[in-house]
């Protein structure tokens, strides 16, 4: 047997059992999370955090909610910094090896420190089981074969005061770094997982580029993007660097030798199909891993169509850089079991006030009080040194599976409330695709903003063109999808402190050049997410342009 195919199999045979752990573990939850509990008192009892708040005195969920508020990350980022700046001890009895890098609702980057025993308790065995369904489904899409969008092969390292690693999880090499060489994700050994020499870190736009253009001289059976809009780039950038793509693949470029018969077959391939998608260029692409739910839930149908026959979309786990949240075992289209042995859950209803979420006031639920069908935001503890942790991200819950809430992810857990309000992401993109379906529209991407006219401005860009009329009836439905949602949007169109929204139509690209100039500004094209709430109003105008827009009426939403 080959070395790769030893790999393979030693591989294969961790992932499968990573989730067979987990599914045994679900049918102990409270056992399970009593465990982790423990685990994260004992050997965090003698830090800094630990003696301050007894955990040496804690043995129960009561009595650890009653010793330690819930904080965000401002709330912990005392301890944090101390930690990052190398005083040890503070957080936990282990030193950080790195710190993961996660942009904050300021858009400052969060430090999130990551131990060695974080990463064999909590990450791994989740990491692990949330590549089980891609192995099992589709073995084709390996180190070699994916394109792995998520993977920064030349990352620009920063470091904490201490000398630590400061950067994303996905720009990390787990196997150097914490000693596991079977973590390398499917794409990280393919021809195009390493870029040309000479390409600047911080150019993030053109190492894209280089990725992809190294992509389509190749054979790709699956793409990973974890972020849909990654994903959803790649028609998008097809069309405008083709010429490129294709004159650089013919001639060569340093370190890249010449292509002509490549070139020669996507030439005639352009000039068989005209506009070439994804589907033309890897017509044995069978897979795709990214975030299912959100904006995302409203464009992937249509998307999955320009990336091949027969593409599978298959869901990335509910998590952030601080903790695993949830992961799909099987194929559910978008929600996962939570991770019951990495970390330690606790919920509150998301209509909570913000502050009612963190504090010493704060009342929590457990995973057997939860509901389906309602959303809550999440809160976190392990052994990492993050305790009673509002992670800011809503879940929802999906349904059961063997008596287990399977959650989806629903949104980031901030209000936009100009006007009292209240809107939460979730809000808005049921309230949009019940609008749509209605009246068989379909759009790209959307987003919307709290107006400087009292009102709520959409900007939608549409798969196919609308005519007039239907742009005027999507506004009125949109409208009453919110009244019908929102509790807090339907009093404040009551009382009349919001007017009918406005929706703009803007062009199939007008989403996918602003993402691009994000990454082009220096956004990692990981964390160039999709945004239900538009905050900027610079970039608003560059986006809505001179787009028409057409006004919900008033007995609509007040229906």
Known sequence: M???????????????????????????????????????????????????????????????????PVRDYAGLSPWIERTATGVPGVLTADEPVVYFTSSGSTGEHKKIPVTARFM??????????????????????GLETVLNLKHDPVPRVATTASGRP????????????????????????APWAELPAGVDAGDHLEKAYQRLRLAVAG????????????????????????????????????????????????????????????????P???????????????????????LGTGVSVLPAPVAASESPVAVT?????????????????????????????????????????????????????????LYRYALGDVVRVVDTDGGVPRLAYAGRGGLSNAHGERLREAHVVRALATALHAGGLEVRNATCRAGELARYEFACAPWRSWSYVEADKLAARLDAALVAES???????????????????V????????????????????????????RDDDSWRRLIGAAPAWHGEDEHAQA
């Open 120 to 141: 064999r308790t909590t990450f791994f065995p989740f990491f692990y089981a949330a590549w089980a369904p891609l192995t099992e489904h589709f073995p084709g899409a």
């Open 487 to 505: 509790p807090g949007y339907r009093a404040a169109r009551a009382a009349g402190r919001l007017a009918p929204l406005v929706v703009c139509c």
């Open 284 to 306: 044995n692409l069978r897979s795709v891993f990214c975030w299912t739910s959100g904006l995302a839930s409203l464009y992937l149908p249509r998307l999955r169509e320009e």
């Open 329 to 385: 075992l099987d194929r559910h289209p978008c929600a996962g079991s939570p991770v019951v042995t990495a970390a330690v859950y606790e919920f509150v209803p998301a209509d909570e006030d913000a502050d009612k979420v963190t504090g010493d006031g704060a009342t929590t639920l457990e995973l057997p009080d939860l509901e389906v069908g309602q959303e809550y935001h999440v809160i976190v503890s392990h052994v990492g040194g």
């Open 219 to 282: 054979d790709v059976r699956g793409v990973i993007g974890i972020n849909p809009a990654a994903v959803a780039a790649l028609p998008f950038q097809l069309r405008e660097w083709w010429p490129r793509i294709v004159k650089e693949i013919h001639d060569g470029t340093p370190g890249i030798a010449p292509d002509p018969v490549r070139a020669r077959e996507l030439e005639h391939l352009a000039a068989r199909v005209g506009q070439v998608l994804p589907a033309h260029v890897w």
């Open 2 to 68: 080959s070395s790769d195919d030893e790999r393979t199999r030693a591989y294969r045979e961790r992932v499968f059992a990573e989730r067979a752990r987990l599914r045994t573990a679900l049918r102990d939850c409270a056992g399970h999370q009593h465990a982790v509990l423990s685990e994260l008192l004992a050997h965090n009892a003698d830090t800094e955090f630990g003696r301050e708040h007894g955990f040496g005195r804690v043995r129960t969920m009561d009595e650890f909610r009653k010793a330690v």
């Open 507 to 534: 062009d199939g690209e007008a989403f996918l050049r602003e993402w691009h100039d994000r990454v082009r500004g220096g956004v990692r094209p990981a964390q160039a997410k999709d945004r239900v709430f538009w």
């Open 166 to 189: 400061h950067l994303g999880a996905s720009q990390v090499d787990f196997g150097t770094a914490f000693g596991e060489p079977l973590s390398a994700e499917p794409g990280s050994a």
